[in-house]
Structure formats: C-alpha cells, structure tokens
C-alpha cells in the first residue's frame, strides 16, 4: 500500500494494518504466541513487539502533546536522538519484559485507539501540510503518524511472519 497522504488514506491505513496485525497474532498457535524467536534479534517475543508498538505510541502523545502546547518536544526521547535509536529501542525492550502478552496486547489496542483519536481530529491540511506545526520541523504531523502507526504495523507483521516461518 501506499504511504498515505490524506486523513482518510491513514485511517484507513492505520486500521487495516492493526486489524491484520492482531489477525496474524490470532493465527499464531496459542502455544507458541509466548514463544521465544527462533532467531537472534532484539524482540524476542510476540510480546516485546506489541510492546515495542505502544510505547512508540506513547511517544507521540507526549510529542503532539508537547507540541501542540507550545513546547519543544523530546524527540524521540530525552538522553537520546535518532542516531540512538537502537539504545532507546533496547531500553523499550528492557522496560517491557515483565509485561504480560495479554497487557501488551491491551497496550497496544489502547494507545491505537488513541492514535486514531489523533488523526480523526485533524483535517487533511493540519495533518499533511509540512511545517505547519513548529514542533515537527521540517515535516507533517501526519509524517509522524504514518511512522508510529501503519509503517510500524507493517514492521512488526514482517517481524511476526518472520517468526512465524522460523517455528515451521
């Protein structure tokens, strides 16, 4: 699918790609849903990638949230800058692994509700006009939203299939 760049395109996006998402984890044997990975990564689990989703989601919020108040959000978050994502994303994985495969998949169903929330309340201008909003730089609002909600959810159904394939 195309990237979206309308409302009603990421709408769309965002809820077909969390709808599969949740059918392909549905479609994983009840036995192995907890499973570890049969390959080396930083995930390890079905678990540490629904929680790796809702804590990006998280990060939004408070970055629309700052933002929209008037303040410089911490982007992607504070100590760290997109050069460090991989420590910001194994910090995300280390805080998740006393979560629960239930609560992350709750997490997740969630903070995608409240993404949705965020992209229903915006028009087509508010959230693809590029520098519209001072706290997103030289993009769009729905730049962000594209990357934390259907882009990410296609990431993790790679993830998942991947895993999927590996277990036979």
Known sequence: ???????????????QGYRTLVALIESIPVEWRE???????????????????????????????DGMAGEKPKIPREGYTWTTLPALNLAIWEAAQSTPLAQALEDLAATHADMVSLIT????????????????????????????????????????????????
């Not at 499973?35 to 540490?48: C, L, S, T």
């Not at 730089?137 to 990431?155: A, C, I, P, R």
């Open 1 to 15: 699918m195309a990237r979206p760049t309308d409302k009603s395109s990421l709408l769309q996006a965002a809820d």
């Open 35 to 65: 499973a570890p990975f049969a390959f080396e990564d930083r995930d390890k689990n079905v678990r540490d990638v629904l929680a790796h989703l809702a804590e990006w989601h998280r990060y939004m919020r408070r970055w629309y949230d």
């Open 121 to 168: 309340a915006h028009t087509d201008e508010e959230l693809f006009t590029k520098k519209l909003y001072p706290w997103t730089g030289t993009t769009s609002l729905g730049s962000f939203l594209v990357s934390t909600t259907s882009s990410h959810y296609d990431w993790a159904r790679k993830k998942l299939r991947k895993a999927i394939k590996a277990w036979g």
